[in-house]
């Protein structure tokens, strides 16, 4: 089991950046792949990046490669998403998930409560 809290969102410009955070509390984290999704109102969830624990695998979605990148800084509990050059088709609730590597299932079972993010001038 894992507890993730969300921090970070709020009102930014066009153009704008933003850093979110997801931390992360519980059992043998290296265990876990975290991730990131968006969903904005009327649409499905969006899958925007994912990562091991460790770093060993990083994957970004293709709507996001170049202006969003996930990190974890050293050995902390707690993993990033970097968000610049911001537009106003990014204003979404951000959240933050986890899912055991190697559950056969492939779903993420553990989520932040989310953060709103809103791109406007």
């Known amino acids: 089991q894992v507890q993730l809290v969300e921090s970070g969102g709020g009102l930014v410009q066009p153009g704008g950046s933003l850093r979110l955070s997801c931390t992360v509390s519980g059992s043998t984290l290296s265990n876990y792949v975290m991730a990131w999704f968006r969903q904005a109102p009327g649409k499905e969830r969006e899958l925007l990046a994912a990562?091991?624990?460790?770093?060993?695998?990083?994957h970004h979605a293709d709507s996001v490669k170049g202006r969003f990148a996930m990190s974890r800084a050293g050995a902390g509990n707690t993993v990033f998403l970097q968000m610049n050059s911001l537009k106003a088709e990014d204003t979404a609730v951000y959240y933050c998930a986890a899912k055991r590597r190697g559950d056969p299932s492939g779903a993420y079972s553990w989520w932040g409560q989310g953060t709103q993010v809103t791109v406007s001038s």
């Open positions: 990562r091991t624990w460790l770093g060993e695998a990083t």
